[in-house]
């Protein structure tokens, strides 16, 4: 089926990152006309009428989100963008930070009128040097042009927009981590409830929204609720953009309607990258998401498909391997990744994760023993769903579906002393 | 007593202070100034930032000490941060470290004696497209392989 790009329909255009560009091709259309035939309540209805659902990881409905802010309260509320990207395995919002900020831009400052926020903050993960550049640059341009400060296009709201830059921490991509950081502390999570919708920033009701949800609003605002329920599948609504990495052949960030069968996006990313090495499986949504073996691959890449699954869409970094690739290696990877990443104020996360990294390197070394496999499940069951935030969840449910999985794999580990990928590449 | 930080990094952080609704907001953006001047965060300045905000340098020191981007001692000109996570692990991440460990002399983590190069494996730097891909200070290269790599790394000073 023909498929007009949405979200990447400037990316390759000549200047896409300036607003003279993006107005050339309609931009902020969408935000006038919000201006003009909303009020800030009625978008709130027509967003949650749009079915969209949150593009960072949990896909829970921005609309609905939105709708938790308290009413009547005489105290600030603020937006916080966030542009944390560092879920192993995601690139999309980079991509849009980068090569059209003001598709993003657009979409804070309809959403910040919306909730009735008037400063707001876009917090970009440290390493994105080029991005926040970029991002910083739009935002003087829209100062420039009266689309953000005083009075904006003539529609009596003010909106402040603060760049922030995280300084090389994956927990601050989640929600409470990533306020305390902009309060300029260490980016420990909070315990919920009270949630940032009620007490968030400085206190103050908060919403946070991803990067690539924000970009869907604009469109939502160009083209109507109706038009963006449409695309996709019931309750999966809405273009996305797909990170497809790993063993293909053209690794890349793709654009399709929410519900584009897995497969389907492998060929978009040229297929396998070795033609003699045929597909291992996959993990559809970053790494903190369960692995699917290559027999359960005929998937929807949707929230709710992939869910009925046994995993989940997450932040759509779907990472592809093959035949070549072993499993022990690759979840002992993954686990260094959380070992190093958790902030360590939860024991079962702190001290869990540093459990796998010692296992699964000594299965992978060939020092493993018979228990080993079993004790990573058990380790598993006591982290998840014992840490204030969702990051125990992370870890555990790769280590979990890996073992489940690829069991006589991390078994023979064990019975064979060693890696058999390691020890027949070696010959 | 003299200021640890230039009058232009003082002048900046100053004008940090009243820019957020709260004081300590101020507090990340100031430590990558300083280490914008400094390369790392002295202990000296992690003192003055501390009184500037209003806040402990024992706090200063937690947050410094939390991220992984905040340098506390000093580094190489050129700092070389190995993406190792595994969707570049994948495509060949070790190979680009293993390589780079032999080229430069140094293990990860290590500086060379000339103070030009500091090695570092990090975590994804969500850059996976490109993968194996490492950053050098604030530019990113991508598509790494030993000949790129020997360009890459003849083009700095």
Redesign the interface.
């Known amino acids: 089926m023909a498929y007009d790009k949405l979200l990447t329909r400037n990316l390759g255009k000549p200047n896409s990152a300036t607003l003279d560009a993006y107005q050339a091709s309609g931009g902020y259309q969408g935000l006038r006309r919000v201006f003009k035939e909303f009020t800030p309540e009625k978008f709130v209805e027509e967003v949650k009428a749009s079915g969209l659902r949150g593009r960072g990881g949990a896909g829970f409905p921005a609309g609905v989100k939105w709708g938790f802010l308290p009413k009547g309260l005489e105290v600030?509320r603020y937006l916080c963008v966030n542009a944390d990207?560092?879920?192993?395995?995601?690139?999309k919002?980079?991509l849009l930070i980068e090569q059209d900020p003001h598709l993003v831009l657009e979409g804070i400052i309809a959403s910040a009128w919306a909730i009735g926020c008037h400063?707001a903050f876009f917090y970009i993960?440290?390493?994105?040097?080029?991005g926040a550049r970029i991002f910083q640059k739009a935002i003087e341009e829209a100062y420039a042009k009266g689309l953000l400060g005083r009075n904006i296009l003539g529609s009596g709201f003010d909106l402040d927009l603060?760049v922030?830059?995280?300084?090389?921490?994956?927990i601050c991509g989640e929600e409470t981590a990533l306020l305390e950081?902009?309060?300029?502390?260490?980016?420990l999570p909070r315990i919920k409830p009270p949630f940032p919708a009620v007490v968030g920033l400085?206190g103050c009701p908060t919403i946070i929204n991803n990067v690539e949800t924000l970009a869907n609003v604009t469109l939502i605002a160009e083209r109507g609720a109706a038009w963006f329920a449409a695309i996709g599948r019931p309750k999966n609504t809405g273009p996305k953009l797909f990170?497809?990495?790993?063993?293909v052949a053209r690794?890349?960030?793709y654009e399709a309607p929410l519900g584009i069968p897995m497969k389907e996006l492998i060929e978009m990313a040229g297929g396998m990258m070795r033609p003699d090495r045929p597909l291992k499986a996959v993990v559809p949504g970053g790494?903190s998401m369960k692995i699917l073996p290559a027999a359960k691959c005929d998937v929807l890449m949707d929230f709710d498909s992939l869910a009925a699954a046994g995993t989940s869409l997450g932040s759509a970094?779907m990472?592809v391997?093959d035949s070549g690739?072993c499993m022990v290696d690759?979840l002992w990877?993954?686990c260094r990744?959380y070992a190093?990443?958790s902030?360590g104020q939860c024991t079962p996360c702190r001290e869990g994760t540093g459990w796998f990294v010692k296992i699964l390197k000594r299965l992978e070394r060939g020092d493993g023993v018979p228990d080993d496999v079993e004790l990573l499940d058990n380790v598993a069951s006591r982290v998840e769903g014992n840490t204030i935030c969702p990051f125990g969840e992370a870890v555990a449910w790769p280590v979990q579906s890996y073992v489940k999985e690829f069991r006589d794999e991390f078994q023979e580990h064990v019975t064979r002393r060693g890696c058999p990928l390691a020890a027949a590449a070696a010959r | 007593m003299s200021l640890p930080v230039s009058t232009e990094t003082d002048r900046q952080i100053d004008g940090l202070l009243g820019r957020f609704p709260q004081r300590g907001s101020a507090l990340l953006p100031a430590l990558h100034l300083i280490q914008a001047e400094k390369g790392h965060i002295p202990l000296e300045a992690m003192d003055y930032i501390a009184g500037k905000i209003g806040v402990s340098p024992a706090f200063v020191a937690g947050v410094v000490s939390f991220y992984t981007m905040f340098q506390q001692t000093p580094i190489g000109r050129h700092h070389i941060q190995v993406c190792c996570t595994l969707p570049c692990a994948l495509r060949g991440a070790g190979s680009v470290m293993g390589y780079l460990e032999r080229k430069l002399g140094i293990r990860r983590g290590g500086t060379t004696p000339d103070g030009k190069f500091t090695l570092s494996a990090v975590e994804c730097l969500g850059a996976c497209d490109t993968a194996p891909m490492f950053q050098i200070n604030e530019e990113e290269y991508g598509q790494l392989d030993e000949r790129r790599i020997d360009a890459i790394l003849a083009s700095l000073k």
């Open positions: 600030p990207e560092s879920e192993p395995g995601t690139f919002d980079r400063t993960r440290g390493e994105f040097h080029k603060i922030y830059r995280g300084a090389g921490a994956y950081s902009l309060e300029g502390k260490r980016g400085y990170c497809v990495s790993g063993h690794p890349g960030v790494s970094g990472f391997m690739t690759a990877n993954v990744f190093h990443e902030c």
